[in-house]
């Protein structure tokens, strides 16, 4: 068993910031990518930034130079520092992570959801 715990979501002015964070845990043999999406109202799940285990990362166009991922290899956590929000970043965030577990088997895992809005 793998369980992903998120938090750090909230409401939010525009021009402010949120650091969200997505702890693994469990059945953990090695973590791959670590990622943020985000699926807003009406709207299909998109990908926000993703980083691999080398720390290589790669964000969509929209959070460009606002957004930063990284993560503690030490405590199988990621985070996705966000800032300057913008009302268009409203949305409920995801973490993925790819887990290669104890019998060497690996899958990807959702955490459950954490909700951002940005409204004044």
């Known amino acids: 068993q793998v369980q992903l715990v998120e938090s750090g979501g909230g409401l939010v002015q525009p021009g402010g910031s949120l650091r969200l964070s997505c702890a693994a845990s469990?059945?953990?043999?090695?973590?791959?990518?670590m990622g943020w999406y985000r699926q807003a109202p009406e709207k299909e799940r998109e990908s926000v930034a993703t980083?691999?285990?080398?720390?290589?990362?790669n964000y969509a166009d929209s959070v460009k130079g606002r957004f930063t991922i990284s993560r503690d290899n030490a405590k199988n956590t990621v985070y996705l520092q966000m800032n300057t929000l913008k009302p268009e970043d409203t949305a409920l965030y995801f973490c993925?992570?790819?887990?290669?577990?104890?019998?060497?088997?690996?899958?990807?895992?959702w955490g459950q959801g954490t909700q951002v809005t940005v409204s004044s």
């Open positions: 993925n992570v790819e887990i290669t577990n104890l019998a060497l088997r690996g899958r990807s895992y």
């Open positions: 469990g059945n953990i043999f090695n973590i791959n990518a």
């Open positions: 980083i691999t285990s080398g720390g290589s990362t």
